[in-house]
């Protein structure tokens, strides 16, 4: 019996004992995964899905996690002197599949969740506090804005000027001819 079934937008063909690459999955070593989108299953006879086979599934054990082979990818444009040079290593999973059947065969039955009483709420996750270095400030917090009376236009406050060290010489600014020559005293 073979199945062919989607995973990482792509399709596989798998009967059991092949071993695929497909694309990197969230799974350690060793650990089972089961893919549920199943298209097609065969042996003497197709099924074919629509979407889905209901009730199909394709189980494997993760074997490796890894990259492929490194891609070179040039990139240029022409007469613009403008060029790249990349590489690209696509990560994978290499699955071995060990049973493609039913769900009810290889899944055992879920177990359902207490209801819950009325008003009864979740308790709320705590965010655990980075340690902060020695000499490093908190954020300062927002001040709320006055409430403005109407047709009270918006000011902006000015930063003040770091103070310069010695040598240093202040940003240029735009004068006249005229200005110029006054402060050196040619007039």
């Known amino acids: 019996m073979y ?6 937008g792509k399709q596989y063909t798998a009967k059991v004992g092949d071993v695929l690459y497909i694309e990197k999955l969230n799974a350690e070593v060793d650990q089972t995964v089961t893919f549920e989108k199943v298209l097609a299953v065969g042996d003497d006879t197709m099924t074919f899905g629509t979407p889905y086979v209901e009730g199909m599934t394709v189980s494997g054990k993760v ?13 240029y444009r022409p007469k613009k002197d403008s060029k790249r040079k990349m590489g690209h290593r696509q990560p994978y999973t290499k699955v071995e599949i060990t049973a493609v059947g039913t769900a009810a065969e290889e899944k055992p039955a879920k177990k359902a969740a207490a209801p819950k009483a009325e008003g009864e709420k979740k308790p709320a996750a705590k965010k655990a506090a980075a340690p902060k270095a020695e000499g490093e400030k908190k954020p300062a917090a927002k001040k709320a804005a006055a409430p403005k009376a109407e047709g009270e236009k918006k000011t902006t406050a000015k930063k003040a000027a770091a103070p310069k060290a010695e040598g240093e ?3 240029a600014t ?5 200005k110029k020559t006054e402060e050196k005293g040619e007039v």
């Open 174 to 178: 735009r004068k006249t001819a005229a």
């Open 63 to 75: 074997l490796k996690n890894g990259k492929a082979k490194k891609i070179v990818v040039m990139t």
């Open 3 to 8: 199945a062919i079934f989607e995973t990482g």
């Open 169 to 171: 010489k202040k940003p």
